[in-house]
């Protein structure tokens, strides 16, 4: 059985295998311009932020209907589960969609076909995060949420992804301020390949409550030793971080160094299907590594419902909790 954890950085729309991008293509009538899953899976096998984010778009034509939506969800769900994720909380990206006509209900209402039988059928509880595209303008991140409003009930919280130089978190506040209004939980991609004034700036200007990434905090004492005394989580993502090359190897992940510090670090998959591995792959390839033992890891899926948005649910939190110390190697 592997170790329970909960899995607090994932993009939804990063779990779409060449497998099911193949089967969604056909029964949508998308033309891919691959041969067939292998061709496809050797171009996952991309070399920067770019084409990853090229292709990423581009695959994204085959997700149309409320179920294919459903289906993403649920073959994610299922490969979270069979590697101990007992708890998802899932961003999506409705800018992408929304620009190419599916619109707003059919991608939360198709995620949610998924995720409000997850429990009983993945052993797994959810919770959705809408993400704006940091490269799109703060008006479109508004009309956004605009078009979020009937799904609220569905909704917990909202985020920032994409390309993140040149798009700092303050180009955002407003649209964190309606959030906010809403009742939103805020989170924010930051300090991943942007500065750690990003991330000083998420917490100051945009009121995040979690930061997603964050490793550059590391270059910054006074920051690292703010994130620790205020108690933010980090949501690390060590193999999208080899791949896209925030860091150069494994090996000289800080992830070591960011515990060490008291960060109150957590480790996730990002976008599964193109960088190498779903959690609890992550959590194998930090151990092999960084040479991280045991209760190292079990603080890093102690972290994992410590840091999740549970807040509606502390019972459950609590008994997510004590699978973590019961846990045997
Ligand atoms: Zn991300």
Redesign the pocket.
Known sequence: MPLPKAEL???IE?TLEPELAFELAARNGVELPYADTEALRTAYRFEDLQSFLDLYYELMAVLRTEQDFADLANAYLARAAAQGVRHAEI?FDPQAHLTRGVGMGTVVEGLWRALEHSEREHGVSTLLIMCFLRDESAESATATLDAAKPYLDRITGIGL?SAEVGHPPAKFREVYEAAAALGLRRVA?AG?EGPPEYVTEALDVLGVERV??GLRCMEDPALVQRLVRERIPL?L?PL?NVRLRAVDVLAEHPLPAMLDAGLLCTVNS??PAYFGGYAGDNFDAVRAALGLGEERLRELARNSFVASFLEHDEERRARYLAEVEAYEF
């Open positions: 950085h994932l993009h990063g961003f992804d991609h991943e997603d990434h949501t993502c999208s990002d976008d």
